[in-house]
């Protein structure tokens, strides 16, 4: 078991290394050296594209703790003031990330155990790609998976929505003088309609999210724009495939291009499938379980509207996955991220006991 003590420095000292993505390194090698050293593991090591990799403990079940190490860009000064510790990835997601790893290093008995420190999720999840493209035996035949990220300590995330990611240009082929402006098309109105035109098409789908995040369009104050270019965020409810969101997108670009003159074009910049973990898993039993154990009330189990390597996970290897994790992800990305202290200690507690319960529910699933 380890201290609260020592958990809270670990955790200052993570926050005091500034890891935007693709800088991770050294984080990955001071995880690395307390994992070998002070925290049992029995193979450690940083992959190629630098994610950290532990495993300890033999047998089955077979478990994935897996988190990030980089932020968001823009350093927040480290310090603990009325219960909280303030730096930037407290909440998202270096509290939960560690949480994993010190409960791994507390569980006793409960199957393999394989921490996973990965990089860059904030960017293009290069991490988990890589870790799941890498023929590692740390990976085969893995039965369940955990993602740190913040939930708060009384909700389990059981789902992600899908994305879908564009860019989109859009060509009239001619310029004109500002003052003569219907001697050629203007792209950036046209953008604007096209974008209409897509919202519309997409507006009676259920819980699907939409959004124009980046447009860029034009190249002097007094001339009419012959290029606009635009980035569209799309996030896809579970029961929806991103391949009938593209096929929708793409009717409204082709009828476009039939019937006007302006040229329209797009590359998928993104394209992750939701998921939702089933409810009745040992996986989703064992966390009610443990949250039952530390905090006397039964967890919510939620369903968040945005996309991480969960979803890909999951896909992939078609296995239970949830998201657990101390914070609040209202304060992630923000200029005062911070995660209470009491809060991440005792997720350690409860992701142990959780280990706990998934290795006995697991074994007595097999017997049955």
Excluded at 26 to 37: Q, T
Excluded at 130 to 136: A, G, H
Excluded at 254 to 263: A, M, Q, T
Aim: charged share 25%; with cysteine; hydrophobic share 40%.
């Amino acid at each position: 078991m380890v201290s609260d003590a020592y958990a809270i420095e670990l955790l200052k000292k993570a926050l005091e290394i500034y890891t935007p993505s693709k800088q991770e390194y050294e984080l990955a090698r001071l995880i690395a050296e307390k994992a070998s050293n002070e925290l049992g593991f029995e193979r450690v090591y940083i992959d190629d594209v630098g994610n950290i990799i532990a495993r300890k403990g033999y047998g089955y079940p077979k478990v994935l703790l897996c988190g990030h190490m980089d932020t968001v860009p823009g350093y927040i000064p480290v310090c603990i003031e009325n219960g909280l510790i303030y730096g930037r990835g407290a909440s998202d997601a270096k509290a939960p990330l560690l949480a994993l790893l010190l409960a791994a290093a507390s569980a006793r008995d409960c199957g393999t155990i394989i921490f996973a420190g990965l990089v860059d999720e904030e960017g293009n999840a290069t991490g988990i790609k890589n870790l799941l493209k890498s023929d590692i035996e740390e990976i085969d035949d893995v039965d369940y998976a955990i993602f740190g990220e913040p939930s708060g300590i009384d909700n389990i995330t059981i789902a992600y929505k899908g994305r879908v990611a564009l860019s989109i240009r859009c060509s009239v082929g001619n310029s004109a003088h500002a003052s003569a402006p219907m001697l050629a098309g203007n792209a950036i109105e046209e953008a604007f309609m096209l974008w209409h035109r897509m919202k519309g098409s997409l507006a009676s789908i259920d819980k699907l999210t939409y959004c124009l995040t980046e447009i860029n369009g034009g190249s002097s104050h007094n001339v009419t724009p012959a290029e606009c270019n635009m980035t569209v965020d799309i996030r896809v409810p579970n029961g929806m495939s991103t391949d009938k969101i593209i096929e929708i997108i793409d009717n409204v670009v082709n009828d476009v291009n039939r019937n006007s003159k302006v040229k329209v074009e797009y590359s998928i910049e993104d394209k992750t499938e939701p998921f939702e973990a089933r409810h009745d898993s040992p996986l989703v039993r064992a966390l009610v379980l443990a949250v039952m154990d530390v905090k006397h009330k039964r967890p919510m189990l939620i369903r968040k509207s945005g996309t991480g390597d969960m979803n890909i996970l999951g896909n992939t290897l078609n296995i239970p996955v949830v998201t657990y994790g101390p914070g609040d992800a209202h304060s992630s990305h923000t200029n005062d991220e911070h995660v209470s202290i009491d809060e991440y200690t005792k997720s350690i507690e409860v992701l142990r006991r959780a280990l706990y319960h998934l290795s006995r529910l697991h074994k007595k699933m097999q017997r049955e």
